[in-house]
T-cell receptor, first 112, second 114 residues
Framework: DGGITQSPKYLFRKEGQNVTLSCEQN?????MYWYRQDPGQGLRLIYY???????QKGDIAEGYSVSREKKESFPLTVTSAQKNPTAFYLC???????????FGQGTRLTVV | GQQVMQIPQYQHVQEGEDFTTYCNSS?????IQWYKQRPGGHPVFLIQ?????EVKKQKRLTFQFGEAKKNSSLHITATQTTDVGTYFC??????????????FGQGTILTVHP
């Protein structure tokens, strides 16, 4: 099945620990995105990538890091520098930077 | 930076009533996309508008893109309970260094009372 997969669905971490969220797509899409969703704030862009080995900061990149070493993978690391990491994280991909985005099922991260 | 504002934040309607959500960008957009997110789910693409003044219809849904390519609207005629969810607009900037930066509005949460 073609699609975009995020894992795990739920993730719990202790404060002060870095955690990496996985995002894999087999749609052969060039562009990939990470969004954070909090109640009442919609989707806020963390990082985006248009091609392999290149990515740009979105609107709320502080405390996060990404890599794009392979076309199909765009992992997001939530570092201990992120002050409010508890949120719902959504990964998306699109064929090009102009095309419709396909979303994964999301990862709900809880930091305690 | 680019901002995409969406109103209203919440809309409660009786089944059969119409619903409209509005999207405004601080900068000119190359295109605008609309998504729907059901409760507990992830956003799903509805449509993309590219041309100035463009109007597209999908059954009871009508999408418009403003002449200046800075605003857009989604109108649902005669809402049904299956329309429940959050509707997002998402804009792509026209050129510049932010190519491919897909920015979402805050979304409008639609509740439909049977």
């Amino acid at each position: 099945d073609g699609g975009i997969t995020q894992s795990p669905k739920y993730l719990f971490r202790k404060e002060g620990q870095n955690v990496t969220l996985s995002c894999e797509q087999n749609l052969n899409h060039d562009a990939m995105y990470w969004y954070r969703q909090d109640p009442g704030q919609g989707l806020r862009l963390i990082y985006y990538s248009q091609i392999v080995n290149d990515f740009q900061k979105g609107d709320i990149a502080e405390g996060y890091s990404v890599s794009r070493e392979k076309k199909e993978s765009f992992p997001l690391t939530v570092t201990s520098a992120q002050k409010n990491p508890t949120a719902f994280y959504l990964c998306a991909s699109s064929l090009t930077g102009w095309a419709e985005a396909f979303f994964g099922q999301g990862t709900r991260l809880t930091v305690v | 930076g680019q901002q995409v504002m969406q109103i209203p934040q919440y809309q409660h309607v009786q089944e059969g009533e119409d619903f409209t959500t509005y999207c405004n960008s601080s900068t000119t957009l190359s295109n605008i996309q609309w998504y729907k997110q059901r409760p507990g789910g992830h956003p799903v693409f509805l449509i993309q508008l590219v041309k100035s003044g463009e109007v597209k219809k999908q059954k009871r849904l009508t999408f418009q893109f403003g002449e200046a390519k800075k605003n857009s609207s989604l109108h649902i005629t005669a809402t049904q309970t299956t329309d429940v969810g959050t509707y997002f607009c998402a804009g792509l900037l026209a050129g510049g260094t932010s190519y491919g930066k897909l920015t979402f509005g805050q979304g409008t949460i639609l509740t439909v009372h049977p």
